[in-house]
């Protein structure tokens, strides 16, 4: 089984300022890793994903992730924060191996990004 | 837009009555999933279908029950509907059953059960 833990339920930046939203990660076979952003009212958006290969992805908006697997993170970060990026992240894992393909989400990050 | 259709946006009902919450996937998406999403339990996986069949269940009460029709829209009914039930209920559709293909998200149900 897979499960995923953010630390930080609420995180607040000033703008510019680097963005690190943290996500450990329990899995007893190969991860695959997703971050996805929700705006209010809307549904969820995917950010960046890793499978296999590079171990630090980028993704959409200026985000990257690193995937660690001796730390077994995937935090996510953005070197400047900007207004627009205030919003809920959630980090999920999916198992490699079986035929459940299902995306198991942490509770969330709500990111305040203040002027 | 991700493609993926919900239907009705918001809904607002009585204890124990019945919903049916509607969901049209991404066209050529055949696996479509049902997630519920609360202040206190986060994005819960709730069930999957592909291509007509089940293939995953998760966090799902008895009270509740899905479909995935054969031109691949899926429904999610609930009933005997409880105070707790007043949630969002996302639909998502992935293109295939494939463990690195990512999840589109509808915008979502919201049910509020007075």
């Known amino acids: 089984a897979q499960s995923v833990t953010q630390l930080g339920s609420h995180v607040s930046v000033s703008e510019g300022a680097l963005v690190l939203l943290r996500c450990n990660y329990s899995?007893?076979?190969?991860?695959?890793l997703f971050w996805y952003v929700q705006y209010p009212n809307q549904g969820l958006q995917l950010l960046l994903k890793?499978?296999?290969?590079?171990?630090l992805v980028k993704g959409i908006n200026g985000f990257e992730a690193e995937f660690k697997k001796s730390e077994t993170s995937f935090h996510l970060t953005k070197p400047s924060a900007h207004m627009s990026d205030a919003a809920e992240y959630f980090c999920?894992?999916?198992?490699?191996?079986?035929?459940?393909?299902?995306?198991?989400f942490g509770k969330g990050t709500l990111l305040t990004v203040n002027p | 837009d991700s493609g993926v259709t919900q239907t009705p946006k918001h809904l607002i009902t009585a204890t124990g009555q019945r919903v049916t919450l509607r969901c049209s996937p991404r066209s050529g998406d055949l696996s479509v999933y049902w997630y519920q999403q609360s202040l206190d339990q986060g994005l819960q996986f709730l069930i999957q279908?592909?291509?007509?069949?089940?293939?995953a269940k998760g966090n799902i009460l008895e009270r509740f029950s899905a479909q995935q029709f054969p031109d691949l829209h899926s429904e999610l009914n609930l009933s005997s509907l409880e105070l707790g039930d007043s949630a969002l209920y996302f639909c998502a559709s992935s293109v295939a059953v494939e463990p690195t293909g990512e999840l589109f998200f509808g915008e979502g149900s919201r049910l509020t059960v007075l």
């Open positions: 899995s007893s076979v190969p991860p695959y």
């Open positions: 999920a894992v999916r198992g490699s191996g079986g035929s459940n393909y299902k995306l198991t």
């Open positions: 890793y499978t296999t290969g590079a171990t």
């Open positions: 279908y592909y291509n007509g069949e089940e293939r």
